[in-house]
Structures are given as structure tokens and as C-alpha cells.
């Protein structure tokens, strides 16, 4: 029997900020390698026994999510889109009545590390059995020091020397304990990291459902039932899902269901909930420091030094314990041991309207990508990037016209009833009120620079006539 992987991708990743924000979360970016957490997790969980990967994750991330598993060659099995988010509990009902009956699926979230893919695949294989069972089977992480931030599982017995992936009941889940009982777990030897990932029949997941939580069931249900298809996608229906409760899948069902099993798994894994923690998964040299992009460090120690942008150096002279993270709107200093609160940081940004708080410079949207190079009181400066056949809607401009300049491959360009190819060092203008569409015909990326003016240059100042991606009106880009 294959196993389904169901990837939950929703989360914000403020812990991550200023990488990781609310418009662009952490599982998107490349955080450890060239791809990005999502796409080395669905690489993780594809292959011989796996079936292709059913993702739940909200609206706004939807093509970035298609767009990523095409990078990587994998194609999705389903998309399901959340109108809110509503914790893992009922994203993972929802997947699970999605997929029906005895179908044998695997949980994961998308922005873990496991290095050791081959180790972990062969852990779920060796967890299969109990789940075909009956139980549902949960994954714990041999721990290495006492963590505080994790949630932990408490062994029926000490597992073995080489933590060889063998299903053992669950004696209890643990809360995040404070220092001296992670201490106290790290030491008794018979406590390990709680995942989140888990393995189950998608039936045995809902009888669950029907026992502890029959109420969520109902409304899950409800919302699949009235879920719309939108391109490639599953639109859960609005109104069914609003009223659902905001609950985890450990505080839902896990902790009250009496068929529980753990496996242990003895491989590297991180969450990368932290700065801290990305600067634990680097390669760092003899003295501690993990550099990336442009920088450069200097009689540091034990530091987190990372460009994100190729023009901007970051140096640092006689750094210890400290995180520097610098993107093109945004620069974080802090210590290692205060890595942690920058949620705190994005919170009091927020409160302050700093746009910077939530969204990054670049913009991303189903046809590619844009981002503001320039902002004037009465003009503002593009670059825009789409991908090879890809298509910016039919509209037009109430307040603004605009100037297109091609500086990579070619652009297929409508103004009114004019349609014309426009090439590298060419241009043409869209004025204020014309009707006008650009598309990437080619193989190629094609590039532009948009100049834009007038009195309102809001992304909202748009009337849309025709959209290959089905957005409406009130939809950016």
C-alpha cells in the first residue's frame, strides 16, 4: 500500500523574520541549501511506496506552491486551500476525508530539516505496519540537549542504543517543560522530541474525530462537501471553516486517543523555529561563525553573519553569540540567546504599520514576481519578472500609465486591439485608461522594467476583464 504524504504549509515563520514573513514563510525560502524547505520535504516523501503529496495550505500561497513542486518535478495529488487557519487539527481532518477510507497517510510540515532522507523513509516503512494496525503512530527525535521550546514524548521503554525505528506505545505527551525537566527527560533517557509528524489510516483518523471531537468532524466534513475546484486547486468552503475551532491535532485527539504509537527516530532534525537554530544546521568554521551570501567575518565566534541580497556586504568584527541577518529592507542584531524574540520585534512593527513587519520587497505572484526598485510621490519603478508562458491579466488603470522597457526576452504586449512582440532594449507605453496585457511567449524568463505615473499608484487601481488564474477583482498583479 502507498503512503500519501499530506505537507501542511500555512504557517507565517515570524521567528524567521525579516526572511521569513507573513506574505513569503520560512518553508518557501532556501534556508539550508539551493531548494527551499517545502520543496526538500516533498523531495523527502516522494518515490518508490509514496503517493504523490496532497498539500493544504492558504489562498495566498497557493501558485507558489505549484510553482515549487514543478522546480522539483513532483506533481501535487491535491491542493486544498484554507480560508483561515485554523491549526493543525482540522487541516489534517480535512486531508484525511479528502483522501477517504483505509488510505495510509503520512503528516508532515514543511519547513522541518532531516538531512538523512533515506534514514527517515526508512523509519516510516517501519512504522506502516502499526498504522495499518490501527494505531496512530507519531515520530519522536532522539533528543541532544535539553530543549524548552519542543514539546517532548514520554516512552513506554528506553529505546535502544542505535534507536532503531520500532513501534512502541505511547506512555504520554509532555508540554514544553522548562529547563531543569527537559534536564531531567535529556538525562532518564526514556523522553524524546515531539515531531508532529504522524502516520495513520485516514478512517482510523476520523473515528478518532467521531470520539474525542465530533463537533470539528461535522464542520470539517461540511466545508470538504461545499468545497469549490478552482483551476487546480480546492477551495474549502468559507463559511463551514470559520466557525471551526482554532486547535492543534495533539491538543484535538492526540492526547485523548488510547491507540497511540511512537517510533523513534535517531537522525538529525530541526524545525528551524529559530535563528538560533539555523545557525546550529550550518557548516561553520573552526570558530563557530556560518556565513552566507556576502559576508564576511572578522575575529567573530560562534555567529550567524547571512546576505540575502548579492550588493549588500555584511561584515562583522569581533561578533560572539550573535545573529546578523541583513535583507534589502530590513537588518536584524541580535544575540543568539534572543534570537527568539523577534517575534516580539515583528509584533511591535506591526503595531507601528511598518510595512516591513510582514511583507518583503519582492512581490510574488502566479504569472512570477515584481518587485519596487524606486518610489516617488508621483511615479514608481518595476522590475518584473515572468515566468516562460505565463500571462499578467487583461486590465486597465484609472490613475496611472505605464512604461514597459524588455531587458530579457521577449514580451507578447496588447494595448486596446494592438498586439505586437517586444523585444530586449525595446519599449512601449500603456496609457492611463488603455486596456492592456503582457505575456512571456517564450522558453525564457522575460524581464521588464516598469515605470509607472500618476496620482495613485496602489496595487488596487486595477479593473480586470480576463485572468488565466481566475482572480477577481479585488486580486493584485
Request: proline share 6%.
Amino acid at each position: 500500500m502507498s503512503i500519501h504524504p499530506v505537507l501542511l504549509c500555512g504557517g507565517s515563520g515570524t521567528r524567521l523574520w525579516p526572511l521569513s514573513r507573513k506574505s513569503y514563510p520560512k518553508q518557501f525560502a532556501p534556508l539550508t541549501g539551493d531548494n527551499s524547505l517545502f520543496q526538500t520535504s516533498a523531495q523527502r516523501l516522494s518515490g518508490q511506496g509514496f503517493a504523490a503529496p496532497v498539500v493544504v495550505t492558504g489562498g495566498d500561497f497557493r501558485f507558489i506552491v505549484t510553482e515549487q513542486l514543478s522546480q522539483v518535478g513532483i506533481e501535487p495529488g491535491a491542493i486544498l486551500i484554507e480560508p483561515s487557519a485554523r491549526n493543525t487539527a482540522p487541516a489534517i481532518l480535512a486531508a484525511a476525508l479528502k483522501l477517504k477510507g483505509d488510505a495510509l497517510i503520512l503528516v508532515a510540515p514543511s519547513d522541518h530539516v532531516i538531512p538523512d532522507a533515506p534514514r527517515f523513509r526508512d523509519a516510516v516503512l517501519a512504522a506502516s505496519e502499526a498504522a495499518q494496525a490501527g494505531q496512530l503512530v507519531t515520530f519522536g527525535i532522539r533528543p541532544d540537549r535539553p530543549e524548552s521550546g519542543y514539546g517532548w514524548l514520554e516512552l513506554s521503554t528506553q529505546p535502544d542504543a542505535d534507536f532503531s525505528p520500532v513501534a512502541q506505545p505511547l506512555a504520554r505527551f509532555v508540554e514544553k517543560p522548562d529547563l531543569a525537566t527537559a534536564q531531567a527527560m535529556l538525562e532518564g533517557g526514556k523522553h524524546l522530541w515531539n515531531a508532529g509528524i504522524f502516520l495513520f489510516r485516514a478512517d482510523v483518523l476520523v473515528a478518532a474525530f467521531e470520539a474525542h471531537q465530533p463537533e470539528i468532524l461535522a464542520q470539517v466534513r461540511a466545508a470538504l462537501e461545499a468545497a469549490q475546484s478552482d483551476l487546480a486547486f480546492t477551495r474549502l468552503d468559507p463559511a463551514a471553516w470559520g466557525g471551526i475551532e482554532d486547535i492543534s491535532i495533539d491538543y484535538a485527539v492526540m492526547e485523548k486517543a488510547d491507540n497511540l504509537s511512537v517510533v523513534p527516530y535517531g537522525g538529525v532534525w530541526s524545525d528551524l523555529g529559530g535563528w538560533e537554530a539555523v545557525w546550529r544546521e550550518g557548516e561553520g568554521d573552526a570558530t563557530g561563525v556560518v556565513t552566507s551570501g556576502e559576508a564576511l567575518s572578522i575575529d567573530c565566534e560562534n555567529t550567524l553573519l547571512r546576505s540575502e541580497n548579492d550588493a549588500l556586504q555584511v561584515v562583522g568584527i569581533g561578533l560572539k553569540d550573535m545573529v546578523v541577518v541583513a535583507m534589502p529592507d530590513a537588518v536584524l542584531v541580535a544575540h543568539k540567546d534572543r534570537a527568539q524574540d523577534v517575534k516580539t520585534a515583528v509584533t511591535a512593527l506591526k503595531a507601528r504599520g511598518v510595512p516591513q513587519a510582514e511583507t518583503l520587497p519582492r512581490d510574488y505572484r502566479p504569472w512570477g514576481w515584481y518587485e519596487s526598485l524606486v518610489v516617488g510621490g508621483r511615479f514608481q519603478v518595476k522590475r518584473i519578472h515572468v515566468h516562460p508562458g505565463a500571462a499578467l491579466s487583461l486590465q486597465s488603470h484609472h490613475h496611472r500609465a505605464e512604461h514597459w522597457i524588455v531587458v530579457e526576452g521577449t514580451a507578447k504586449v496588447t494595448v486596446d486591439d494592438e498586439v505586437k512582440l517586444v523585444t530586449e532594449n525595446q519599449s512601449v507605453y500603456i496609457p492611463l485608461g488603455a486596456v492592456h496585457r503582457m505575456e512571456n511567449p517564450g522558453k525564457l524568463p522575460m524581464v521588464l522594467i516598469e515605470v509607472q505615473t500618476g496620482s495613485y499608484l496602489g496595487e488596487d487601481d486595477i479593473i480586470r476583464y480576463e485572468d488565466v488564474y481566475s482572480r477577481g477583482q479585488g486580486a493584485k498583479g
